[in-house]
């Protein structure tokens, strides 16, 4: 079992910053992917960023140049940077692990099969 724990996210004003983090625990492999969801109300979930199993980050068009997402082998976290904040990236945020992703680039929430609880994030104009 893999248990997924995020940290971080509040409230931001447009054009700041907030770091998001994912802690991994559990029964994992080394060449497991990881990756940033996020859901606003009445809308899909949608990709931000992953990470696959050899390391390779990859991200969502509407996040390109703003966000970064960096992963600690060592703790066994991702951490979600957060800059240029825009009202329109509010919702919920939400890490998640896929066991044996090698170097898949996932873009879409189904092939992964652990999830954490998800947190808020609020940006105001």
């Known amino acids: 079992q893999v248990h997924l724990a995020e940290s971080g996210g509040g409230l931001a004003q447009a054009g700041g910053s907030l770091r998001l983090s994912c802690t991994v625990s559990?029964?994992?492999?080394?060449?497991?992917?990881m990756a940033w969801f996020r859901q606003a109300p009445g809308k899909d979930r949608e990709i931000v960023g992953g990470?696959?199993?050899?390391?390779?980050?990859y991200y969502g068009d509407p996040v390109i140049g703003r966000f970064a997402i960096f992963r600690d082998t060592t703790t066994d976290t991702v951490d979600l940077v957060m800059n240029s904040l825009k009202p329109e990236d509010t919702a919920v945020y939400y890490c998640?692990?896929?066991?044996?992703?090698?170097?898949?680039?996932?873009?879409?929430?189904?092939?992964?099969?652990?999830w954490g609880q998800g947190i808020q994030v609020t940006v105001s104009s």
């Open positions: 998640a692990v896929r066991l044996g992703a090698y170097g898949l680039a996932l873009i879409t929430p189904e092939p992964f099969q652990y």
């Open positions: 559990g029964s994992t492999t080394d060449s497991y992917g």
């Open positions: 990470i696959t199993g050899f390391g390779d980050a």
